[in-house]
């Protein structure tokens, strides 16, 4: 690491009619955060000398206490140049991360302090206190407020009857809209991407969310977001729904109850002038804590399989498919022929408020013993409430059949106490060696480098909705890697293998279809984060596809290295990934044929090996139709790919000795 305390090659700061104005620099000098401290603390953002975000206001409130605000003089400024190298513990998109940052402390008198990072890609602010006894915060006030009208990809969320606007299973679609139709009363959960009238990209997000409710985003029906916070839970109660969960009746008038000497959540402004420049963001990332897990030798990702969404609905068997015993040695003989990790039990193999009242059609001791021989790890669903209920005694028995990988859905909230249930069963999972997913849940957020056995989580809408919606566009998938996925790796189960063009489709459940074509489903394995990639297509109609099905069982789950090659957001994107020798490219579109021209001059000077399975000439018509060919490449190859309309592509190129 690379520490400068020269003051003026971070920031200056100047007086101006009483106020005091910090200046602070990106590394690269193109990003610039003027801080303003007066009777209130509020900052600008200068991107390449346009000012994008004015007059944006920091603020946190407490009951019986001071706040921020109050008598606001400065003690002390402090200021650093960091230049260092993370290296990632478990891989997502690349192991070795730059973080590359200058920063900036404003340390005052009434015992708070505000710090701001500026990075050559986005900016951070963060509150901190040092008070000796416990904290009751009221409020905290972040507003966004952008120069010029600006467009929004917005998921407003949708407020279900009987529940309050802060419970939701963080999956919706990404309409854009202009900023100013954003209402009051309309409310996003994180990240949020927004258009500049420069055509600037700025995501706004959060990390480091550690005993405290996640920020939401609501507008003002002008050029301003603003973030909201879920009240403290006073009163719950459970649902009596087929998966009941707990649900807020009564919140209190504070966000929080903490430690009075704390850092809180950072708030993050992502910016990128290149569409292709924002997936491969990974500051919320850098952000984070470093990880509470010393040794993950025991943590594998690898790709998993998932029978839920396609309802068991085998064919071509010898035996009555559904959830039982002979349906799960199918799947373990699927993942070990295509070379998956693991297999998910998701809902269904126990009482969904019992998880030792097994369902009477599995003997889980058979499983447990038929997985072990063929090599084959076991993964569990399980519903949050019941998990926690049971949950010493859960892990214990889960470990006694080989499961190391387990899922717990259906939590639905971000207020403080769920926050800290996140942690607590990741920190449980982890004494046990047991890698987690969280379902029903909001983006990770950082909390996958703090504790990497967290690997993925959902909160995205992904794959399952197609059983019953047709929200899963193309362009809702060629949106994801802008938005939902600047948070962290997302659960979405792609490999749909009945694949339909949108007018041909139709929500059928047990028989589950994409909008896609077959290649975009395949593409999601590699453009999309995610280092425990569940495939949700047919086993059944898999084995009738062998080509296709080894091509899609060889993708790695989490790489060396990543390049965007091109990407516009909605679009389409065409990624690059690289794993030991091996790379992966892969391409995605929205409904629109597109045809591209690939320059390999990335790769090294060795001949590769290429496998291509893109969209067949008759796929506009017929989604499931592909071709697979095969090449020999070269650093100075150009690759020519169409793209039908929803279309997508794969290469997979081997490096040849």
């Known amino acids: 690491m690379k520490n400068s305390l020269l003051f003026l090659i971070v920031c200056f700061s100047i007086q101006v009619k009483g106020q ?17 401290v007066k009777e209130k603390l509020t900052y600008s953002v200068d991107v390449d000398n346009k000012n994008i975000i004015h007059d944006a206001a920091i603020n946190m409130q407490f009951i019986n206490g001071p706040a921020l605000s109050d008598r606001m003089a400065i003690d002390s400024v402090k200021t650093k140049s960091v230049d260092e190298i993370i290296i990632a513990q478990i891989p997502v998109s690349r192991r070795h991360i730059p973080d590359v940052y200058n920063a900036l402390e404003i340390h005052f008198k009434n015992k708070f302090t505000v710090i701001f990072r500026a990075y050559n890609d986005g900016i951070a602010f963060r509150i901190k206190t040092c008070f000796k006894d416990s904290i009751t915060v009221r409020n905290e006030t972040a507003t966004f407020p952008f120069t010029d009208n600006a467009f929004i990809w917005a998921p407003v969320i949708q407020k279900r009857e009987g529940l309050d606007i802060f419970h939701t299973s963080f999956e919706e679609t990404y309409p854009y809209k202009n900023l100013e139709s954003i209402r009051d009363s309309d409310y996003m959960y994180s990240p949020v991407l927004l258009n500049t009238t420069d055509n600037i990209k700025v995501a706004i997000t959060e990390s480091d969310l550690d005993d405290y409710p996640g920020m939401f985003l609501k507008g003002n029906s002008s050029n301003t977001l603003a973030g909201v916070f879920a009240h403290y839970p006073l009163e719950e109660k459970m649902t009596e729904d087929e998966y009941p969960e707990m649900v807020v009746t009564k919140r209190a008038d504070f966000i929080a109850k903490t430690n009075g000497s704390r850092n809180f959540p950072w708030r993050i402004i992502l910016i990128a002038r290149k569409d292709k420049d924002l997936p491969m963001n990974d500051l919320v990332y850098r952000l984070a804590p470093a990880s509470k897990i010393d040794d993950v030798s025991w943590i594998h990702p690898g790709k998993c399989t998932d029978e839920w969404i396609i309802d068991i609905n085998l064919f071509h068997v010898p035996f009555k498919s559904g959830v039982n015993t002979d349906s799960y040695k199918y799947y373990i003989d699927f993942a070990k022929r295509f070379g998956f990790d693991r297999i998910m039990m998701d809902a269904g193999w126990s009482n969904t408020k019992n998880l030792f009242d097994i369902n009477p059609s599995i003997n889980m001791d058979t499983i447990s013993a038929y997985a072990k021989k063929q090599g084959i790890k076991l993964s569990m669903w399980t519903l949050s409430m019941t998990l926690d209920k049971q949950l010493d005694c859960a892990l214990k028995q889960f470990k006694k059949w080989g499961v190391d990988f387990i899922m717990t859905d259906f939590i639905d909230r971000d207020d403080q106490k769920t926050v800290n249930f996140y942690k607590r069963i990741t920190e449980a999972c982890a004494k046990a060696h047991l890698m987690i997913m969280f379902h029903g849940a909001y983006p990770p957020k950082g909390f996958n480098r703090t504790y990497p056995n967290n690997v993925t989580r959902e909160g995205v809408l992904g794959s399952e909705y197609n ?7 193309s362009t809702h998938n060629c949106i994801i890697p802008f938005t939902r996925m600047l948070a962290g790796p997302l659960d979405y189960e792609p490999g749909l293998l009945d694949n339909a063009t949108p007018q041909q489709f139709r929500p059928v459940w047990g028989k589950v279809m994409s909008q896609t074509t077959r290649c975009q489903q395949l593409a999601m394995f590699v453009v999309y984060d995610d280092p425990m990639p569940i495939f949700s297509g047919n086993p059944s109609q898999g084995y009738m596809e062998t080509e296709f099905m080894e091509l899609l069982g060889s993708i790695p789950a989490g790489w060396d290295t990543t390049i965007i090659m091109d990407a516009k957001v909605g679009n389409y994107i065409i990624t690059a990934r690289k794993k030991n020798n091996d790379w992966f490219i892969a391409g995605m579109c929205d409904s629109s044929a597109r045809d591209v021209e ?42 020519h790919i169409h793209l039908a309309p929803n279309g997508g592509f794969l290469i997979k190129l081997i490096k040849q000795p």
Do not use: M
């Open 20 to 36: 005091k104005q910090i200046q602070l620099l990106s590394p690269d000098k193109t990003i610039r955060v003027n801080v303003f």
């Open 467 to 473: 059983a019953w919606s047709d929200k899963p566009t």
């Open 598 to 639: 690939l320059d390999l001059s990335f790769l090294d000077n060795n001949n590769y090996a290429a496998i291509i399975c893109k969209d067949g000439i008759n796929a506009n018509r017929n989604a499931l139709d592909y071709v697979i060919e095969k090449t020999s490449e070269k650093r100075n190859s150009r690759l």
